[in-house]
């Protein structure tokens, strides 16, 4: 039995970030026997109440049997049960006797106020209780280097120790097969943006622009390298180099061949003017016109459509598309029309039968030919324009 026993809070250190619903905490006190500092072993009751004197008694009795004391310095751990600290003080009442007494316990006087350490960090009022908790419950947990905010597959990272590479130190990875990724907010008229930086500087960043809902990215010299429109549209600056730019689809396009671009292939005199939309040979007899045509390489002919007139009852033209060998002077034919058995202005010729529609720049050129054998000499025979249309799979 102590004649004269005292215990007081020396000062209680936090061991857990969650204080405030009452996990384990270390608590250190002094135990005098006699009036001189206790040494040895002892057995101490914890209990913990509400009130200064009588009250309820809170969580759960802890029991250390046989706590070492040297020179009245003792530590132990306590954990009386979840969500103890959340509101008003706390009062811990102290049992003692003798580690190897088997007797009775002593009661300490006066209870040892829990407050501020460990409750003070957590609000007394229950208007931010909800604040308090996310303090002392953070969403983000620390464990060494690695601070992540969630749990199991779907968590965020920063300096995460299972990384996708060496090289990654900020992760959001989500256990899901759809979406998985990360937003950059902010309020109307901001500009959500992507930033990278090299030693301090400034060097690229990509950013959404609302006022005409785009998205830039700004690279080397902070110009902005690349832009997608709100019609999707890419407009790139400066140079593009790819390997190549395929389309989903095949891309339908058309090249103009107009009437006044035509020439002699003959000594014949010709007509080749704006004023009267076509071209001629004004020479009576046989003749030929001819025009360049230039297309992509690896393009598809598709059609060729020719507009022409013919009000000459003696004089038929034909306009055929040729591909001649270069630096040879045989050619294939590979679209051809003619106004055989046809009389009128704006006569609109077409032809879907393509022969040899893959475009080879490589071994051939192209040339649109028109030949009469009986041209009148005037406008009542000439041709107007000629259209090709080819596709292509990729951006020439």
Request: proline residues 4%.
């Amino acid at each position: 039995m102590f004649t004269k026993a005292a215990l007081s809070a020396l000062c209680a250190t936090v061991l857990s970030a969650t204080i405030a619903n009452a996990e384990p905490f270390t608590y250190q006190g002094s135990l005098n026997d006699n009036g001189a500092p206790a040494t040895g072993e002892y057995d101490l009751i914890f209990r913990l109440y509400d009130a200064a004197n009588a009250g309820t008694q809170l969580g759960v009795q802890v029991v250390h049997e046989n706590t070492p004391v040297t020179d009245g310095l003792f530590t132990v751990e306590l954990d009386f049960g979840d969500d103890l600290f959340l509101m008003a003080p706390r009062y811990l009442e102290v049992r003692v006797r003798p580690g190897a007494s088997g007797g009775s316990f002593d009661i300490l006087s006066p209870r040892t106020t829990i407050n501020p350490a460990p409750a003070a960090h957590h609000a007394t009022n229950a208007t931010f209780a909800t604040t308090a908790d996310a303090l002392t419950n953070p969403i983000w947990n620390e464990s060494g280097s690695v601070i992540t905010a969630g749990n199991g597959l779907s968590r965020v990272f920063i300096n995460r120790d299972t990384s996708i590479s060496g090289s990654e130190f900020f992760g959001v990875h989500a256990n899901t097969t759809g979406f998985v990724g990360m937003y950059i907010s902010g309020p109307a008229g901001s500009f959500p943006f992507y930033g990278y930086s090299v030693d301090g500087d400034i060097n690229a960043y990509s950013y959404f622009n609302a006022s005409d809902n785009s998205l830039n990215f700004v690279g080397s010299g902070l110009i902005t390298a690349l832009r997608i429109t709100s019609n999707s549209d890419v407009e790139v600056a400066r140079d593009i180099q790819a390997e190549s730019f395929q389309f989903e689809t095949p891309k339908v396009s058309y090249h103009s061949i107009s009437g006044e671009i035509f020439h002699s292939a003959s000594s014949d005199t010709f007509i080749a003017s704006s004023g009267t939309g076509g071209a001629y040979i004004t020479n009576p007899g046989s003749g030929f016109l001819v025009a360049p045509v230039t297309l992509p390489h690896g393009a598809t002919i598709t059609r060729m459509r020719v507009y022409a007139n013919d009000t000459f009852a003696g004089g038929d033209m034909t306009i055929t598309l040729h591909q001649q060998a270069h630096g040879g002077s045989a050619f294939n034919s590979v679209a051809s029309v003619d106004t055989s058995g046809l009389v009128g202005t704006n006569l609109e010729l077409i032809d879907n039968t393509i022969s040899f529609p893959s475009v080879n720049n490589n071994t051939g050129h192209y040339h649109i030919r028109v030949f009469s054998s009986s041209w009148p000499g005037t406008l009542d025979l000439r041709i107007k324009s000629v259209v090709i249309e080819y596709t292509t799979t990729e951006a020439n």
